[in-house]
């Protein structure tokens, strides 16, 4: 067993001790960080008072919770990591990893089986075990399919890795056809797979690609050309009140107003760039931030032409290319034109696959430019400005170009959220807005694309997750409301990534330039914060 030694004393501390002793530590900690967010909560009562409602309760079991994960971590998890890098005598190889201990073939086909079962009793669940345990049981199926999933992606990842790019547009084509056909089957009609899949494909679907699209935008301006942004929401704003405005008093098209929208935004980002040419680090990333604030005030203020904080309704639909409408109303109906049953569902599907186009043409436009002498420039300026300017090239041209490609992308995702919503207000548009782009950018990987995605897949479906589970007001009181708490595990979540992988989930990246051969640069031997 290890053991700590202190040097000042002569004392031997086994793992047990010093776990609850850091235990106790983490519980004191815990319990000043959450003693006023937790403990204590302000309300209204019948007459409009502000009052303070305990929840000691509450406040306790985080604080527990908080010690024993300590504990355990210390006494049993540091000593088994340290383990996993001893080989053994006998036979001179390293112990099985923890995954490969943990993805076994009969766990495998234990959860496939738990799944089956409670997917039979789906229906009648409820009568079965009561309303109380009918929750745990269906997050113990959602459980045993996370499970399975897992054990699936861990088996082949060698090739889901060789072929990683392929498998996961082919996943994203056929994403919205499986939801359907699963629900279907579930519900026994296609209608019913039809209506089921609005709030997976919009949700967990559309919600995240438009993250994923500003997040590739953004990535422009901070992973390639090193540009701190923390005004990027404004070129959102500018791209969704640019469809509004012209769409509703104009009548034009959504695709004659998406170019439109990209240029404007595009427009706005030359604006911005002008003044900051010669700004960095905290003083560009201070004036970018009040950009996006001016912005925003300017969109509450000026009424008579944003309508202020009651924001603009009524926004038009996408249509099919003009060929075919989602209105109801219309003689074009796309029920109506295919002969097919009504459903809300159809437009959902078809702004799945336009804002997944959207996408994957920001990330085409990105490869292309990153291979071009622009992008080379962009990547010599975030390496270091004073040698990129001795080398001729001009950093003026460089930095404009790179704030007016990446708001344009901005601008394109804004009018794509416009049409989505129908409806767009100043709110929608904060700095909390930006400060998830940019830590979505973080998290994956500076300059990463693959990275980048699969950080909004994780923060922004972590996230909506929270909304699926019901069951936790069993264990919390009827009054937790779980997607309340998103924005606090979406902050331990980046403290534990970027604890775990600093440089983001990708820490090495794939040079533009290279001779003879391609080789991967390892994190260790890139600046930091730009692996």
């Not at 459980?143 to 399975?148: D, G, H, N, V």
């Not at 604030?293 to 099919?320: C, D, H, M, Q, Y």
């Not at 708490?485 to 290279?514: C, D, H, N, Q």
């Amino acid at each position: 067993m290890a053991v700590t030694v202190s040097p000042e004393r002569d004392v031997v501390a086994t793992p047990v001790q010093r776990a609850t002793r850091e235990a106790l530590y983490a519980g004191a900690i815990a319990l000043g960080l959450f003693v006023l967010f937790i403990g204590l909560r302000t309300d209204q009562n019948i007459s409009n008072e502000l009052i303070l409602v305990q929840r000691w309760w509450l406040l306790f079991t985080v604080v527990v919770l908080t010690m024993v994960g300590r504990f355990v971590y210390v006494a049993y998890g540091q000593p088994f990591l340290a383990k996993q890098k001893i080989a053994d005598i006998a036979t001179g190889l390293l112990p099985d990893s923890v995954a490969t201990r943990f993805f076994r073939l009969p766990y495998f086909i234990a959860a496939i089986a738990v799944v089956a079962v409670l997917a039979v009793l789906a229906g009648s669940l409820d009568g079965l075990l009561g309303p109380g345990l009918a929750g745990y049981a269906r997050f113990a199926r959602a459980l045993a399919i996370i499970y399975a999933l897992a054990s699936v992606l861990f088996y082949f990842r060698s090739f889901i890795h060789a072929h990683f790019s392929v498998l996961g547009i082919a996943a994203l084509a056929v994403y919205p056809v499986v939801v359907v056909l699963v629900l279907a089957l579930y519900s026994g009609s296609m209608m019913g797979g039809f209506q089921g899949s609005l709030k997976w494909v919009d949700n967990f679907g559309i919600q995240i690609l438009i993250y994923v699209m500003l997040a590739w935008g953004l990535n422009i301006v901070v992973g390639l050309a090193g540009l701190l942004d923390l005004g990027y929401v404004a070129f959102y704003a500018v791209g969704a009140y640019a469809y509004a405005l012209l769409g509703t008093h104009f009548g034009l098209s959504f695709w004659i107003l998406l170019p439109a929208a990209g240029a404007m935004a595009a427009f706005w980002g030359v604006l911005l760039g002008f003044p900051v040419l010669r700004l960095r680090g905290d003083y560009l990333a201070i004036v970018t931030l009040a950009f996006g604030e001016i912005i925003r005030l300017v969109l509450i203020n000026w009424r008579e032409v944003t309508n202020g904080s009651a924001g603009i309704s009524g926004i038009p639909k996408v249509t099919f290319f003009g060929l075919m409408s989602f209105n109801v109303s219309d003689p074009n109906y796309i029920a109506k034109v295919l002969d097919i049953a009504t459903s809300s569902a159809y437009y959902k599907i078809f702004l799945y696959y336009l804002i997944l186009g959207l996408c994957l043409l920001t990330a085409f436009v990105t490869i292309r430019l990153r291979r071009m002498p622009v992008g080379r420039a962009w990547e010599a300026l975030r390496e270091d400005e004073i040698a990129c300017r001795s080398l001729g090239i001009n950093t003026t041209t460089t930095k404009l170009t790179a704030f007016a490609t990446g708001a344009m992308f901005g601008g394109f995702a804004g009018s794509f959220f416009a049409a989505r919503q129908g409806f767009v207000s100043p709110e929608s548009f904060i700095f909390l807005e930006s400060a998830i782009i940019l830590a979505i950018v973080v998290l994956g990987g500076m300059g990463s694309l693959v990275g980048i995605a699969v950080a909004a897949m994780v923060m922004i479906g972590g996230t909506e997750v929270l909304r699926e589970l019901d069951f936790l007001k069993q264990v919390f009181g009827p009054d937790f409301t779980p997607e309340l708490y998103r924005m606090l595990l979406f902050g331990m979540a980046m403290v534990i990534v970027m604890v775990w992988k600093p440089r983001g989930f990708v820490g090495s990246r794939e040079p533009t330039a290279f001779l003879k051969e391609r080789r991967a640069v390892s994190g260790s031997f890139t600046k930091e914060g730009h692996g």
